[in-house]
């Protein structure tokens, strides 16, 4: 059997898609301004990506209010309840069609993993991708006041550390959104809010290649 949830609101997929989208931008931007690319000129890319960061960053105080306001932050606390099953499914039973054993409800949407997962982008990726960046853009400002250890290049290097990891987190976080008992199950569900949940052992996904 199975039932329908709401379980995304309207701003958390507003909050979801915004921030992908501008995360998107950044990367896009901000490799050419490395020069990985030549997809877009040295000048627009630089004012693209300060643009972008200023709106995400807009976008992410907003977002930290939301979740303190409404509660939900308490869905990143980490929990070790059933995280052995949950990383077994992951590791090996999404190649053998197994079910996921993580059931998602309205007050707990995500599975330990997640909530590992999530917490480390919200407590390290974003503030070494905020810090830094701010760092980089003020430097002319705040350069007297930094440690002598501490350089433009090494703040670079940091930002760029930042973006690689973020880089990552979103290819991983991509694939695992096609884990669902469809592939367009989970991305469904960020769009118009609602997931069909399944009991448990009901549905076999068909196996991943790996």
Known sequence: MSQRIYLFTRF?????????????????????????????????AVRIHEAAAWLLIGLWVFAIF??????????????????????????????????HPYRVTVDHKHNPLQRLAYLGVKLVINP?????GLLYLLWGSVRDSMP?????????????????????????HVYLATAGHTPLAYIKAMVTGWEEVHDEGQVKRPPRSP
């Open 66 to 99: 939301w979740h303190f306001t409404t509660g939900q932050w308490k869905q990143y606390i980490p929990t070790l309840t059933n995280i052995s099953a949950v990383f077994r499914y992951y590791a090996y039973g999404i190649f053998t069609g197994a079910s």
């Open 12 to 44: 958390e997929r507003f909050w979801h898609w915004s921030q992908a989208a501008l995360v998107i931008i950044l990367l896009v931007s901000g490799f050419a301004i490395r020069g990985v690319h030549e997809l877009i000129p040295f000048g627009p």
């Open 148 to 172: 002598a250890w501490l350089g433009l290049e090494q703040v670079a290097g940091l930002h760029a550390l930042g973006a690689f990891l973020m880089l990552a987190f979103l290819i991983i």
């Open 128 to 132: 070494l991708i905020w810090i830094s």
